[in-house]
């Protein structure tokens, strides 16, 4: 596809819709001061054959006898004669041929007889023929007859023939006036839209050469800041945003990274080094022998969890699929807090539960529900000091049913506390781990219709809370992917 511009696609579409606008407005303002100027000029002549007529009608009406209509003649003839306009225009009498017989300025010249205004006289209803011609001399002129009305001897028509110089001379200023106006308009019109389409294509220019190097990877460039509080500066705003994410979410893939080799390096290296030490025990008795299986065991079971947390979160970015059904969470979380207790009473520490009487329907799938109590409850043993406690309560409302983890242990900082549920996350005191765990719970806990909501003080602990809507029938269909 041939590259395009903003600039172009506004030639071509907006300016050029804006320039027919303007040669119509042109069109009808030069097509008025026509009619205004020659046809202001027909009108005067008319105005005056209306005087005259009214004249004539005084002396008796259309079926007079013919010495009426012959002192009609007369009356026109005296009227020709003295015509006090000879400056302006040129008084005639016609008769049925259209022959001259009579002028104001006494001069029977046939150059002013070559309009075809008499026969449009004769044609028309009204009696009233106009046009324009030049003499043979060069000048323009206008001719208008009018048939008399009454009869009046010979005579048939009147006609009056004036000088177009200076209405010509005025039309030809009006013209120029017009072509300058619409010319300064057009000008402007450009200079106008060329500055508001460059300060539209001017800061895009910037915020696509930005975006290209983001795209190739410079997350640290950045665009200047926008004058306008508008659709480009609010865009620009948001590519910067966008840099600083995908920076921050770069940095904490490395760290990521960084802490998950660090991760496995530990128990590999702890795995090798017992391996080589039993190979030289040939005692399976050896006290030594049995504590080395023993860690190894250990170790190999932290990489197992390590290895299904890194699946886990490798499923969940290409789309998780659920298989929910009707889930008691009061048995889930029972049996999530007999899979851990074990461990609690092993690392120094007590457990509280007080498994509640009655069900708590909702609609689940019970390894990733199982997954979150696992995941937030090894959180609480991670993170306690031997001695504390770590509570587990459950309670029901209306629509909603909670259950808390609340530990005694070293807290997260304010800072961190807003971050712990992103991706790659780990906080400054955060201990051996890959940081995905509370991710995971977060993505697993939003797709089943739920909130998960962390509070935590330095030194006093924290409190994981997981709120699930009750199941209502028709939910079914629901809460089906990640």
């Keep these: 596809m041939a590259k395009t511009s903003i600039t172009h696609r506004w030639v071509r579409g907006s300016l050029l819709i804006m320039v027919l606008v303007l040669l119509a407005a042109e069109a009808i303002f030069l097509y008025t001061s026509y009619r205004e100027l020659y046809g202001g000029v027909q009108r005067a002549i008319e105005s005056r054959f209306s005087t005259i007529a009214g004249r004539l009608q005084a002396t008796g009406s259309a079926g007079d006898s013919i010495e009426t209509a012959e002192s009609r003649g007369q009356a026109l003839r005296r009227t020709v004669e003295q015509f006090d306009e000879k400056d302006k225009f040129e008084f005639m009498l016609l008769d049925a041929s259209g022959v001259i017989l009579a002028t104001s300025s006494g001069t029977m010249s046939q150059d002013l007889a070559e309009g075809a205004d008499f026969a449009q006289a004769l044609a028309e209803p009204g009696g009233v023929g106009q046009a324009i011609f030049t003499t043979r001399q060069g000048e323009r002129v206008m001719a208008v007859t009018s048939l008399v009305p009454y009869a009046a001897g010979n005579i048939t028509a009147m006609r009056m023939v004036t000088s177009l110089t200076q209405v010509d001379r005025q039309w030809g200023n009006t013209l120029a006036a017009s072509a300058g106006i619409g010319l300064l308009a057009f000008l402007l019109m450009l200079w106008s839209g060329l500055f508001f389409v460059r300060s539209i294509v001017r800061p895009l220019g910037e915020v696509e050469a930005t975006a290209t190097r983001i795209a190739r990877g410079d997350l640290d460039t950045r665009l200047p800041d926008a004058k306008y509080n508008d659709e480009i500066g609010r865009l620009c705003r948001t590519i910067n945003q966008m840099a600083e994410d995908l920076a921050e979410n770069d940095r904490l893939k490395n760290e990521f990274i ?225």
Aim: with cysteine; glycine share 8%; charged share 25%.
């Design 258 to 482: 960084s802490s998950v080799s660090h991760e496995l390096r530990t128990p590999l290296t702890s795995i090798k080094g017992w391996v080589e030490t039993i190979k030289t025990i040939d005692d399976p008795g050896d006290e030594n022998y049995r504590r080395g299986l023993a860690i190894i065991g250990t170790e190999t079971d932290r990489l197992y969890t390590m290895v299904e947390e890194l699946l886990d979160f490798s499923r969940l970015q290409n789309g998780l699929k659920l298989n929910c059904e009707v889930l008691d969470l009061v048995a889930e979380a029972t049996d999530a807090a007999l899979f851990v207790e074990a461990r609690i009473q092993r690392e120094g520490l007590h457990f509280a539960y007080e498994e509640p009487p009655e069900p708590y329907p909702v609609w689940a799938d019970a390894a990733r529900l199982r997954q979150v109590f696992i995941n937030v409850l090894d959180n609480a043993i991670k993170y306690s000091e031997p001695g504390g406690t770590i509570f587990l309560t459950l309670r029901r409302t209306g629509d909603t049913v909670t259950a808390t983890v609340r530990d005694q242990g070293r807290g997260i900082a304010p800072d961190d506390l807003g971050k712990v549920k992103q991706k790659f996350f780990k906080a400054r005191n955060a201990v051996r781990g890959s940081g995905i765990g509370l991710a995971l719970v977060d993505e697993i806990v939003r797709a089943l219709g739920g909130v998960v909501e962390i509070t935590s003080a330095l030194g006093q602990g924290t409190s994981v809370s997981i709120t699930l809507p009750v199941y209502r029938p028709g939910q079914e269909h629901l809460h089906e992917t990640i």
